[in-house]
């Protein structure tokens, strides 16, 4: 049989093409699925809201600062045609999240994907990078009042929206790979951000901790109700930090630099999407194989 197809063979003979596997084209689609990201004007909300709308997803950005989430709706519209809800939030206040969250299921019919992204903002960077002998337990639980309260509330009253509708969905928080290791101290010698001298805090450790908790019990209570919760651990993200700062950094990191804020929205994108529909439970590193040493 010199030149015969072999699957042609197996299929009876046929010379007509056959796809072998899985159509792997649709599976980023997020046409019609309505994301809610919080912090969603921020450094990274506002990366993780455009990879989301390039791919069809509608977006409301919860934000305490108002103005910077409706401007960046308004961009979103234009560039990508989707629909957009900008939502002034106070993570720390329950009652202000219950609101949100009310407001866009009114607005869009309910809720697909969360990406729990908020993070405190830091009015004093005294009090915030003071030393822990000397950390002030009001700064302590400002702290914790958005990076790991708010997260929680924000994903009981969306889990409890998603399980109404029956439909599943995807949760996504954004941790960080300080609540799964120490630091090192040795990067902070010197440190600034933004001409702040910087450490690393034990209250953003002990949050981040307290989200890979969250995202495991989130993930086997609501399993049958097909709503998956995960974690992105984002290794450290370029943002303003000092020469010295980035160069220490790097020398730790296997690939030799920082992140780029769009490598950690890539992952975002995946863990939303179908392409990561039997992954729930998980932390997904990325952290450019710091982990790995």
Sequence with gaps: MTGSNPISALLGGSDRFVMIGSDYRGLFDLNDRVAVITGGSGF???????????????????????????????????QFG??????????????????????????????????NNAQSKIPDRAAYFAPFEEYDLKEWRR????????????????CRSMAKRESGGSLIHVGSIY??????NRI?????????????????SVAKAGVLGLTRWLATTYAKQ??????????????????????????????????????????????????SSYVTGQAIFVDGGLSAW
Aim: glycine residues 10%; charged residues 20%; aromatic residues 6%.
């Design 44 to 78: 990274l909300g506002r990366e993780f809201a455009s990879a989301l709308a390039q791919h069809g997803a509608h977006v409301a950005l919860l934000d305490i600062d108002g103005d910077g989430a409706a401007a960046c709706c308004r961009e979103l519209a234009e």
């Design 82 to 115: 989707v629909k957009t809800l900008a939502v002034v939030a106070d993570l720390s206040v329950p009652e202000s999240i219950r609101s949100a969250v009310d407001r866009i299921c009114d607005q869009f019919g309910g809720i697909d994907i969360l990406l």
């Design 143 to 158: 702290v914790l009042s958005v990076d790991l309260d708010g997260m929680a509330f924000m994903a009981q009253h969306v």
């Design 179 to 184: 609540g799964a290791f120490g630091p090192d």
């Design 188 to 204: 902070y010698q010197g440190a600034e951000y933004q001409g702040t001298a910087i450490n690393n805090p034990a209250v953003y």
């Design 226 to 275: 097909g709503i998956r919760s995960n974690a992105i651990i984002p290794g450290g993200v370029e943002s303003g930090q000092n020469p010295a700062f980035v160069a220490r950094y790097s020398d730790r990191v296997p690939m030799g630099r920082m992140a780029r804020r769009q490598e950690i929205a890539g992952a975002a994108l995946w863990l939303a999407s179908n392409a």
